[in-house]
């Protein structure tokens, strides 16, 4: 008897210290923003210098992935940490209608998972995984609190005329000058409040009223992604209340615009450290910051995305998937944790936070994931595994497939199953711009049998008629 109390004793005991020990967790996703975007990225034009002391103050990687290159699917990689062959949402739903873009009831996300764990989870900012009344509504998603925008198309718009506090529509002062058919959709003539920055406030809320238990907040910002509505009716649609530091550069108005909206996102994610500094919980908080695809070019005709080689010393934006669509900056900080000014070549991607987070915060993962835990780069502690492999799939004009094999070699079939694979050696040519396939037949035929094997089609996403499963 006496030997079984001392072993419930020890039970307890470790349990209550890894409960006690768990970190508070804070993803920050930015929309858009490019690879090269950021100071600490090679950036010479646009200042970000607080995520350029994150990233001093912790752990910056080279090779870090978004789960697609579009905003819902990449949301969805995110989520469920299934890859674009398995996850729920693959693409922007389109002409497909919302239930293509909409979280299913059995999903389990990885705000459920930490949900169940007894997390606080909050969502502020831009969800697009589900719309009022669908089982993709973040509260039957695992968030005990959401405020932002349900419609990713709303989200376009930075000064709308209402949000979403969880269910409950929350009126704003700017009017509404409605482009589309999605509600909320189009740009205000007077703008009164921006959202970025009420979304600032409520995320340092959230900090504040969970600040006695674990938390997990997915700030999921709308910076700097265009307002698309405003670029096709006024030809801009970069929206930021003032051009701060670059009112006076001699630089075209629009390109002020986005360099503007940058910095003001950088000024908020300094202002939540400083606010976790506060409260005496940056100790105690793996804050964690991305994009979630490469940077746009959907500003407006005035706008030259080229301007700022966003895409760093990768070829391609938004909605391509060679590396400058989907490499994107990912930066980790943890004071006591996560060792400060270490730069990481480990290969990952969206999908791997849901075995991260679930490990970090004693949480059960699903089953069947495409996910592996970078808690040991993160940590410095232990082996860590790596992928043999990471795929995408993009679903607009025809359906293309990506293959990264090994963290090196980078397969691209375009449009259609039956397309040649292109091959490109990312350690030689980042930029992907000599295609070796001919001279690796067996890579190719790897990369093929990938593309035909590792996913399966839902009810929404297929490959085009005729391609081999």
């Known amino acids: 008897m006496r030997t079984l109390l001392v072993a419930l004793f020890l039970a307890l005991t470790l349990t209550g210290f890894a409960q006690a020990t768990r970190p508070n967790i804070i993803f920050i996703l930015a929309d858009d923003l490019g690879y090269g975007e950021l100071g600490s990225y090679g950036q010479k034009l646009i200042e970000t210098p607080h995520l350029d002391r994150m990233a001093a103050e912790g752990m910056r990687f080279t090779q870090f992935y978004a789960g697609s290159t579009v905003c819902a699917p ?6 469920t940490g299934q890859h674009l062959g398995f996850t729920t949402v693959r693409g922007n739903a389109g002409a497909r209608g919302r239930e293509a873009q909409t979280l299913r009831a059995d999903d389990v996300t990885v705000a459920r998972a930490l949900q169940q764990a007894g997390y606080a989870t909050g969502l502020i900012g831009k969800w697009g995984l589900g719309e009022p009344g669908t089982s993709g ?11 932002g925008y349900l419609n990713q198309g709303h989200a376009h718009n930075h000064y709308p005329s209402f949000l979403y506090r969880n269910t409950e529509k929350v009126p704003l002062p700017n009017d509404l000058v409605q482009v589309g058919s999605h509600e909320g959709s189009g740009y205000s003539k007077n703008q009164k409040v921006y959202a970025g920055d009420l979304f600032a406030e409520e995320a340092r809320a959230f900090v504040e009223r969970n600040r006695t238990r674990p938390f997990f907040l997915f700030y999921s910002m709308v910076t700097p992604h265009a307002n698309n509505e405003r670029s096709r009716e006024l030809g801009e649609g970069n929206e930021v209340p003032d051009l701060g530091v670059y009112a006076g550069k001699p630089w075209h108005d629009s390109a002020k615009r986005h360099a503007a909206m940058i910095t003001r996102m950088d000024r908020d994610v300094g202002d939540l450290i400083a606010h976790l500094k506060k409260l005496g919980l940056d100790d105690q908080t793996l804050i964690l910051f991305s994009s979630d695809n490469g940077p746009h070019r959907e500003g407006g005709p005035n706008y030259d995305p080229a301007f700022f080689t966003p895409s760093g010393p990768f070829s391609g934006l938004k909605r391509s998937l060679t590396d400058g669509g989907i490499r994107v900056p990912f ?8 060792k400060a000014g270490v730069v990481s070549d480990h290969v ?42 990471l795929y995408w799939e ?11 094999l090994d963290g090196r070699w980078k397969a691209l079939r375009l449009r259609t199953p039956q397309a040649p694979i292109q091959l490109f050696d990312l350690k030689t040519d980042p930029a992907e711009k000599t ?19 590792e996913r399966v089609d839902n009810d929404q996403w297929k490959l085009a008629a005729g391609a081999r499963q």
């Open 435 to 453: 295609n070796v396939a001919a001279a690796n037949p067996q890579l190719v035929a790897r990369a093929d049998r990938i593309m035909r094997t």
């Open 331 to 338: 930066l980790a900080r943890w004071p006591g944790a996560v």
């Open 74 to 79: 990449s949301r969805s990689v995110l989520m």
């Open 137 to 147: 509504e973040p509260g039957k998603q695992g968030f005990d609190y959401f405020f």
């Open 394 to 404: 993009f679903y607009e004009q025809g359906v293309s497939q990506a293959v990264l």
């Open 348 to 389: 990952g991607y969206f999908g791997d936070l849901m075995a991260t987070w679930c490990e970090l915060g004693a949480a059960k993962a699903p089953a069947k994931l495409n996910s592996i835990s970078i808690a040991p780069t993160l940590l410095g502690r232990g082996p860590q595994r790596r992928h043999d492999f």
